[in-house]
């Protein structure tokens, strides 16, 4: 199996030599990664100007891209087939609302669109590893072992909030919802965005839920957001 791993907190981030580590019992690792931090990037591309390439090995290169262009340009440079594509592992959670700006997700999405199976990786809180350490061999014997993961389907994994020691166990989920409180605070001439959480979801089916609650969430995310029962809706009213 040929793995591609990306992330957005760059190639020199804890989390994503974590995660290259355990991948390697599952086939070859290749890593594409940001040479600069990402977060937020969302789903962005590379278009109007060249970027950085820094080869650290043969199957390891940094670029100075998103990490949509990470998927791009690993396609294109291995020049081979990737059977998996798996971004992260994100330093902090990705729940919720956090989908629509995650650069985490969007490598993931990526990979999706181009017909590979595509996952988002990220830990419980900022800065702190210790569950998905213990428990990602788990996580991922399930998920790859059984086949869990399919082209065109992102899966959106979260390991829970570090007051849990241990999670509970996995949860398959769907995306809940977290909203943030965004203030904006001017020094000198420039402005800064801040933005604190405001809302969690108490849906108990939800990823924000299973965060919150002890649980590693799997949450099989779609590529085309089309809102079928509504179009149908629309098309009722003549």
């Known amino acids: 199996m040929n793995i591609l791993v990306v992330n957005d907190d760059g190639i020199d981030a804890v989390g994503i030599s974590i995660l290259a580590k355990y991948l390697e019992k ?19 591309l590379t278009i109007r100007r060249s970027f950085k390439v820094e080869k650290r090995s043969e199957r390891i290169y940094g670029i100075g891209g998103t990490p949509a262009d990470c998927v791009k340009f690993a396609k294109y440079k291995f020049d081979l ?17 956090d989908i ?26 900022k800065n702190d590893f210790t569950l ?18 399919r082209n065109n389907i992102v899966l ?26 965004t203030v904006f605070e001017l ?10 959480l405001s809302l969690t979801d108490n849906d108990q089916d939800t990823d924000v839920y299973a965060w919150d609650n002890g649980y590693v969430s799997i949450t099989p995310l779609l590529i085309n957001r089309s809102h079928v029962n509504y179009i149908d809706e629309i098309k009722k009213r003549g």
């Open 26 to 44: 599952y086939g070859d690792v290749f890593i594409v990664a940001p040479l600069q931090q990402q977060s937020a990037n969302s789903h962005s």
């Open 81 to 97: 087939e990737f059977d998996l594509v798996v971004s992260g592992i994100n330093d902090g959670p990705n729940l919720g609302n």
């Open 100 to 125: 629509f700006y995650s650069g985490t997700v969007a490598g993931a999405t990526e990979a999706a669109l181009n017909s590979i199976p595509g996952i988002a990786v990220s830990v419980g809180s």
């Open 132 to 149: 998905a350490k213990k428990e990602l061999e788990d996580v991922l014997d399930y998920v790859i072992n059984e086949k869990v993961y």
């Open 156 to 181: 959106n994994i979260n390991f829970p909030n570090n007051k849990y020691s241990t999670s509970k166990g996995i949860r398959i989920t769907k995306q809940g919802v977290r909203k943030y409180e």
């Open 187 to 196: 020094s000198n001439d420039s402005y800064k965005n801040i933005a604190t």
